[in-house]
């Protein structure tokens, strides 16, 4: 099975910083990559699909970047509300495995 | 709109089975699959398999091959989650997903059932 490891596990950032967390899979996985955000008690959200396709309604302050073993998950400029464990997941084939979680805090 | 409802929380003993049910609306029930999901206290998301709604075709994690069966009840438009042999580490709030249209991605969700196993 491919493996997805995203690092790091955990950051501290300031309001206004710019955030960046990456998500490496074993094997090529082309775009087949989404992005989610999970805040605590919550149910997990998505945030962007195919790599790099923000979903509706998502703020544009969220990217994600790459492609076959290599994704970026860039917040440009951290706000409190960003608080929140991010995940990444691949969706080319079974099993449809997250990455191991990434705990955004604020500074 | 899309809503996935899913069965309440349930206490289970060790050993015992649990089942959870997922109620989809707002859409044509076979028209996608349907994913389970699991997290553990404090951990991460799990995936544990995928049903097809139209012909209970079903694909499951090799972790959970030998105690999951997921199944689907076209005529109510509720797909199921059937977990066995539950151990204390199965303690976790289990969740129902959908892809959208043209993707995998997870954008609907089930609001999470929580199992608690213990003696």
């Known amino acids: 099975d491919i493996q997805m490891t995203q690092s790091p596990s955990s950051l501290s950032a300031s309001v206004g910083d710019r955030v960046t967390i990456t998500c490496r899979a074993s094997?090529?996985?082309?775009?087949?990559l989404s992005w989610y955000q999970q805040k605590p008690g919550k149910v997990p959200k998505l945030l962007i699909y195919a790599a790099s396709t923000l979903q509706s309604g998502v703020p544009s302050r969220f990217s994600g970047s790459g492609s076959d073993t290599d994704f970026t998950l860039t917040i440009s400029s951290l706000q409190p509300e960003d608080v929140a464990t991010y995940y990444c997941q691949k969706y080319n084939s079974a099993p449809w495995t997250f990455g191991q979680g990434t705990r955004v805090e604020i500074k | 709109q899309v809503q996935l409802v899913q069965s309440g929380a349930e206490v289970k003993k060790p050993g015992a089975s649990v089942k959870v049910s997922c109620k989809a609306s707002?859409?044509?029930?076979?028209?996608?699959?349907m994913h389970w999901v699991r997290q553990a206290p404090g951990q991460g998301l799990e995936w544990m398999g995928i049903?097809?709604?139209?012909?209970?075709?079903?694909t499951y994690a090799q972790k959970f091959q030998d105690r999951v069966t997921m199944t689907s009840d076209t005529s109510t438009g509720t797909v199921y989650m059937d977990l066995s042999s539950l151990r204390s580490e199965d303690t976790a709030v289990y969740y129902c997903?959908?892809?959208?249209?043209?993707?995998?991605?997870?954008?609907?969700w089930g609001q999470g059932t929580l199992v608690t196993v213990s003696s």
């Open positions: 997903a959908r892809p959208f249209l043209g993707s995998g991605s997870f954008l609907h």
């Open positions: 094997q090529g996985i082309r775009n087949y």
């Open positions: 049903i097809s709604p139209t012909d209970g075709t079903t």
């Open positions: 707002g859409y044509v029930f076979t028209n996608f699959y």
